[in-house]
């Protein structure tokens, strides 16, 4: 069964930076893309990062361009985010997600990043 | 930054049938890419329901369909049953001259009377 366990969320305050990590299961976890997808109380889902199976390649979203980084241990079947300068807008439920063909076929439950002074 | 537009909300009886519009544009869904389907029920996060504009995931029943053409694609649900009530959510792939990305739309609550 694919697991996909987020963890890393909280409260920061504004400016400072956070470091989510995804542990996967059930899956051979180098093989694949991974995502991050983020949701803001009460809000849509928007694509933040995506990295590729080897962790060689990676892409942002323009909107954490330059402040986030996403990397990935496959020996340790663990995703990561580490999420710098961040602002109130950045206030989410942080998924990660299983890529395949441009979309995403499992997700985690989501860790609930607050960003506020 | 959602570039597919939903409805806000769509709502039936059971039984009835519903279904949800995703209108993009010629750089994404009017380019040949796929449309996608996440189901979100309330306080979890979303599942994969549709792929690939029409295919479902093992596990989903057939009363959900998908459908592309154009710009345009649907999401039907026939046959509406209580548990449907939640949030749903086209993607797709978009690609234009100030760049490229994974596009979600605005999202779709649907209610079951």
């Known amino acids: 069964e694919v697991q996909l366990v987020e963890s890393g969320g909280g409260l920061v305050q504004p400016g400072g930076s956070l470091r989510l990590s995804c542990a996967a299961s059930?899956?051979?976890?180098?093989?694949?893309?991974m995502h991050w997808v983020r949701q803001a109380p009460g809000k849509g889902l928007v694509w933040v990062s995506r990295?590729?199976?080897?962790?060689?390649?990676?892409s942002y979203a323009d909107s954490v361009k330059g402040r986030f980084t996403i990397s990935r241990d496959n020996a340790k079947n663990t995703l990561y985010l580490q999420m710098n300068s961040l602002r109130a807008e950045d206030t989410a439920v942080y998924y990660c997600?299983?890529?395949?063909?441009?979309?995403?076929?499992?997700w985690g439950q989501g860790t609930l990043v607050t960003v506020s002074s | 930054q959602s570039v597919l537009t939903q409805p806000p909300s769509v709502s039936g009886a059971p039984g009835q049938r519903v279904t949800i519009s995703c209108t993009g544009s010629s750089s994404n869904i009017g380019a040949g890419y796929d449309v996608h389907w996440y189901q979100q029920l309330p306080g979890t996060a979303p599942k994969l329901l549709i792929y690939?504009?029409?295919n479902r995931p093992s596990g989903v029943p057939d009363r959900f369909s998908g459908s592309k053409s154009g710009t345009s694609a649907s999401l039907a649900i026939t046959g509406l049953q209580a548990e449907d009530e939640a949030d749903y959510y086209c993607q797709s792939y978009d690609s234009s001259l100030s760049g490229w990305g994974y596009v979600f739309g605005t999202g779709t609550k649907v209610t079951v009377l």
């Open positions: 059930g899956f051979t976890f180098s093989s694949y893309w």
């Open positions: 997600a299983r890529g395949w063909d441009r979309y995403f076929d499992y």
């Open positions: 990295i590729n199976s080897d962790g060689s390649s990676t």
């Open positions: 690939g504009n029409s």
